[in-house]
């Protein structure tokens, strides 16, 4: 069974407009972490937002954040007003247990921004 | 300068040749690492490495051999490669800690013909 899982392949947001990229999760581990990246047309993946398991608030970095929902395993990216440099593949992945070598990667969000 | 740097940034090769990719850092991390990413796939993991001495296998390490050379330089090798390895490969490096991410280099794309 896929651990982590990313619905929509692609999406179209406008400038200056939020968009909400999901992800689900499976894990039976109590322990676990989700990140974030960004992967931009020219390849390199960025590191953009962490949730841990036992984190009380939803993570936040400036315009992103977290809507971290624990028990319908959920932990869907928010990006707040949208730019055309978000314009990228975004990728969710899930660390188990105390296990940091070993992330299980979504298959990414293709994010488009128009202006 | 970047972090993690990798070589080279592509490659196109033949069926059958010995391709080595190379992976470099100046995060003084301990752990590195060796992706692949394949078109809706997202990234596997080939090869990690928790030090020098310590090698061990990932996902999908058929194919692949690495060599942790020292502490900051970690390559991969296709010994005799395969239009199937055709990919993005990605290097990356982390301190340990399970709340740190892995931060990763710019990748290679390779082709094999």
């Known amino acids: 069974a896929q651990k982590i899982t990313q619905t929509q392949p692609g999406m179209f947001v406008q400038e200056k407009e939020a968009v909400t990229l999901d992800c689900t999760y499976d894990?039976?581990?109590?322990?676990?972490?989700l990140f974030w990246y960004k992967q931009p047309s020219s390849g390199e993946m960025i590191f953009l937002i962490y949730?841990?398991?036992?984190?009380?608030q939803n993570a936040t970095e400036g315009r992103y954040s977290l809507n971290f929902q624990k028990a319908r395993k959920s932990a869907n990216l928010v990006i707040s007003a949208s730019q055309l440099g978000d314009s990228a593949m975004y990728f969710c992945?899930?660390?188990?247990?105390?296990?940091?070598?070993?992330?299980?990667f979504g298959a990414g969000t293709t994010v488009t921004v128009r202006a | 300068d970047a972090d993690v740097t990798q070589t080279p940034r592509n490659r196109i090769t033949k069926t059958g040749k010995r391709i080595m990719l190379e992976c470099s850092q100046t995060?003084?991390?301990?752990?590195m690492y060796w992706y692949r990413q394949d078109p809706g796939l997202g990234l596997r993991l080939i090869y990690y490495s928790f030090d020098v001495k310590d090698i061990n296998k990932g996902e999908i390490s058929d194919g692949y051999s690495v060599s942790r050379q020292a502490q900051a330089k970690f390559s991969l090798s296709l010994e005799s490669a395969i239009p199937n390895q055709t990919a993005l490969y990605f290097c990356?490096?982390?301190?340990?800690?399970?709340?740190?991410?892995?931060?990763f280099g710019d990748g290679t794309r390779l082709s094999i013909l």
């Open positions: 992945a899930m660390r188990e247990g105390y296990n940091d070598y070993k992330l299980s």
């Open positions: 995060k003084g991390h301990d752990r």
């Open positions: 990356a490096t982390s301190v340990g800690r399970v709340n740190q991410p892995q931060h």
């Open positions: 949730q841990g398991s036992y984190d009380q």
């Open positions: 894990t039976s581990d109590p322990s676990y972490g």
